[in-house]
């Protein structure tokens, strides 16, 4: 599957700062262009798509979009989602979130969301830290990284983000990054089209803060590190034990069709009226 390019300046808010507020070499701008573009190839409405976030970088994506937008409280963007998706079941509902927004404070509204299956996509922009405020270690920050809560080294084990998502009960989850963009747009596409809660990761640079801390060079280092050690799901399965050590894979994770919390809930409220 081809994304095609998109006429990015249609769907975005030109009298917000440009350029963007994230740090030179950021990845979020990247994530950013693709939901675009994901949306735009679709063909979804800008008055029919929402797009919900939280606290943080990520939490900046929805100023910048020219759709329906909320910019909710630290860890929330889940439950106010939630929410909207129930009260306008016809919205295309993206929510955008931090791995600490999303896992942290805001975690049991992750699981509980995936428990439900409610038809949301969840975009998890992980740079293993708290960017914003302070570089503190987030429940995804690698055993032994630096951050600043953690100036000798984390000695706490990270999430799996896709298998806490597929455990809790998503309906669909992928992980891509901001080196393989091509590939992040097709599963931007597929998260998107999904009936019922998607989840995709997203591994994305921190130079300023996460790379800084653990000594990880340029944005362009950062980068060809996420090219040197994540590996599709196609090749991973090409490659030997001692070849995937230390690699991470890329793709879809689990794809699953089970019932969608609004269409259920739909059905409990005619099952009401009739009784």
């Known amino acids: 599957m081809t994304v095609k390019n998109a006429d990015v300046y249609q769907y975005l808010r030109h009298e917000k700062k440009f350029p963007l507020i994230w740090c030179s070499g950021c ?10 573009r994901a949306i ?19 939490g900046r994506v929805s100023t910048y979009m020219d759709f329906n937008t909320l910019h909710t409280t630290h860890g929330r963007a889940l439950a106010f989602a939630t929410g909207l998706k129930l009260a306008r079941p016809e919205l295309t509902v993206m929510v955008a ?14 699981i509980h969301a995936a428990r439900r ?6 975009i998890i922009f992980n740079n293993s830290i708290y960017g914003m405020t302070g570089g ?12 600043s809560t953690a100036r000798m080294g984390n ?25 393989h ?26 130079p300023t803060i996460f790379g800084r801390y653990n000594r990880l060079g340029s944005a362009v280092n950062m980068l060809k590190q996420q090219r ?40 409990l409220i005619e099952r009401a009226h009739k009784a």
């Open 27 to 36: 990845g979020n701008g990247i994530i950013l262009g693709s939901m675009i």
């Open 155 to 179: 000695i706490e084990s990270p999430f799996d983000i896709a298998k806490l998502g597929e455990a809790a009960g998503a309906a669909f989850v992928a992980r891509g990054s901001t080196y």
């Open 228 to 267: 040197d050690s994540l590996v599709s799901m196609h090749d991973a399965g090409n490659m030997s034990a001692e070849e995937l050590q230390g690699k991470v894979s890329l793709g879809i994770l689990a794809d699953y069709d089970k019932p969608e919390f609004c269409e259920e809930y739909e059905k």
């Open 117 to 122: 299956n409610i038809d949301l996509t969840a």
């Open 40 to 58: 735009d190839s679709l063909g979804i409405a800008k008055d029919k798509t929402a797009i919900v976030s939280g606290i943080g970088c990520s």
């Open 136 to 147: 503190q270690i987030s429940p995804t920050t690698p055993r032994g990284s630096i951050a």
């Open 181 to 206: 963009t091509d590939e992040l747009d097709e599963l931007m596409v597929l998260a998107l089209r999904k009936k019922g809660f998607s989840v995709l990761e997203v591994v994305t640079p921190c």
């Open 97 to 110: 979130m931090g791995d600490g927004d999303a896992l942290a404070i805001g975690g049991n509204h992750f």
